[in-house]
């Protein structure tokens, strides 16, 4: 094998440090996903909102708990914008972390505007509120 030279090293270093943060970020980072039980809907038809959270994946020891805000809305047709659940909710997580929560149901009676309907959830920084994690699910409602 022939001896390595110092650009040799630094390359190797290079794709060593870029594995690790790679690992690292994926891991470490929470999320959540909005689950609906259909995506489309009719009167008298039931939609059942559902948050799957997740902490950094499993017990990787650099991944240390995280404290998130909770936010979960419904966008009607027309723009209008509800809050599905408090706009403040923190929650702390730990690396491993599963939650799978019922947020909301909903039976639609005909008089609700006819269209598409965002359902989303995001994870924010508790003090940039940078986004840490979204996720949009549409809903369409025809009578």
Request: with cysteine.
């Amino acid at each position: 094998m022939p001896a390595m030279t110092p650009t040799d090293y630094n390359v190797v270093i290079m794709k060593l440090v870029e594995q690790v943060l790679n690992y690292s970020t994926e891991t470490c980072i929470p999320s959540i996903e909005i689950d609906l039980n259909s995506n489309n809907r009719v009167t008298g038809d039931k939609v059942v909102v559902n948050a799957h959270i997740k902490g950094a994946k499993g017990s990787v020891s650099s991944c240390e708990q995280t404290q998130v805000v909770e936010t979960v809305w419904v966008k009607l047709p027309n723009d209008s914008v509800i809050p599905l659940i408090d706009p403040y909710t923190v929650l702390t997580l730990l690396p491993g972390d599963d939650i799978e929560t019922n947020i909301f149901e909903y039976t639609f009676s005909g008089a609700e505007p006819i269209g598409s309907y965002e359902i989303g959830g995001r994870l924010l920084h508790p003090f940039s509120g940078d986004a840490i994690s979204t996720d949009i699910e549409v809903l369409t409602f025809s009578q």
